[in-house]
């Protein structure tokens, strides 16, 4: 099975069966060099989405130019996974969610875990 590229919109610790694992966090500078790190490590085809906030998918869309349904499940771990965190960089109050996103309403943020017993 090829490794997957994962799309999340907060990264859920509940995720990892582990006890002990570390994490590496690095945050990317925009959407462009989100696009220049899938197609490094796959593209498309290797995309399992997790983010259903309509606006951020509607964003990712457009400045990616891939289509991105969500999968209707929670994320778990497997190791081999590139994990790409896409969130909000101000809190939004459930219901008054902005219906339309520029990028830099967004942070972006690749994740790396390491161990894992």
């Known amino acids: ?7 999340l919109n907060a990264l859920p610790l509940n995720a990892f069966l582990y006890f ?3 994490v590496s966090i690095r945050r990317l500078e925009n959407l ?3 696009k220049k790190e ?3 490590l796959g593209g498309q085809e290797l995309l399992v989405n997790f983010i259903r906030h309509p606006a951020t998918i509607k964003l990712l869309q457009q400045k ?3 289509n991105l349904t969500p999968v209707n499940m929670l994320y778990t771990y497997i190791p081999g996974d590139h994990i790409f965190v896409i969130t909000l960089s101000q809190w939004q109050e459930r219901g008054k969610e902005k219906e339309q ?3 830099s309403d967004v ?3 690749e994740v790396k875990i390491y161990g894992g017993r």
């Open 38 to 40: 899938i197609e490094r």
């Open 101 to 103: 996103l520029e990028e």
């Open 64 to 66: 990616l130019g891939y």
């Open 32 to 34: 462009q060099e989100l």
């Open 20 to 22: 002990n694992f570390n």
């Open 1 to 7: 099975m090829k490794d997957r590229i994962i799309l």
């Open 107 to 109: 942070l972006i943020y």
